[in-house]
Each structure stands twice: as C-alpha cells, then as structure tokens.
C-alpha cells in the first residue's frame, strides 16, 4: 500500500506561483509513475502532468505546458508541482497519484492506484 499526502494548496491571484508537494509512505514507489490530476467543480478529473519512475520521462497536458513543472525526490519520497504564471482557470483541486508503471496511457486515471486527498488551489483574477 502507498499513502499519499497532499499540500501546497491555497488562494493566489492570477500570474502568482505555488508549488505543491505530494508525500508518500508505505511502500517504494521506485517503480511507480506519478502524476498530478485536478478537478473543477462539476468538471471531470483532468490530467495535470506525470512524471516516470526514471524521472526523466516527463509529460504534461498542453494547458500547462511551459507554466508547470513536476520534479520528483525518491529518496524523500516527495512530489512537486511547480505552478507558475497560475490563470484563474487553474482553480480546481488538485490531486497526486501514483501507480505501477505500465502500457496504459498515464493521462487516465486508470493507470494509478493510490491516490491522495486533493488540495484546493484557488487562482482569482
């Protein structure tokens, strides 16, 4: 079992930064894809961006390209997302995950199995 633990979250204005960090316990996630996922109110949940267990291999939805950054410290088993030039559109709660990598596409949730608890990100303009 993998628990994952998020925080960072809060209320920003428009073109303000945040990082948000995602800590795990439990078991090691050295062969684990991570990801980062949000969701609106009355939205579904949407890909943020994902990173490899090589942590090398990185992939982000085009709506936050060149604004976001995933990094990720396994020795601290920890997660970032570095949102940058943040757009009120960004509001949303934002979730981490993490799965055993394989074939299925890391933009669907169905290619993680743990989850957190989300955090609240709030962009007002």
């Known amino acids: 079992q993998v628990q994952l633990v998020e925080s960072g979250g809060g209320l920003v204005q428009a073109g303000d930064s945040l990082r948000l960090s995602c800590a795990a316990s439990?078991?090691?996630?050295?062969?684990?894809?991570m990801g980062w996922f949000r969701q609106a109110p009355g939205k579904e949940r949407e890909f943020v961006g994902s990173?490899?267990?090589?942590?090398?291999?990185?992939t982000y939805a085009d709506s936050v390209k060149g604004r976001f950054t995933i990094s990720r410290d396994d020795a601290k088993k920890t997660m970032y997302l570095q949102m940058n030039s943040l757009r009120p559109e960004d509001t949303a709660v934002y979730y981490c995950?993490?799965?055993?990598?394989?074939?299925?596409?890391?933009?669907?949730?169905?290619?993680?199995?743990?989850w957190g608890q989300g955090t609240q990100v709030t962009v007002s303009s």
């Open positions: 995950a993490s799965g055993i990598q394989s074939t299925i596409s890391v933009h669907t949730t169905r290619a993680y199995s743990y």
């Open positions: 439990g078991r090691t996630l050295r062969f684990h894809i």
């Open positions: 990173v490899w267990s090589d942590s090398k291999t990185f």
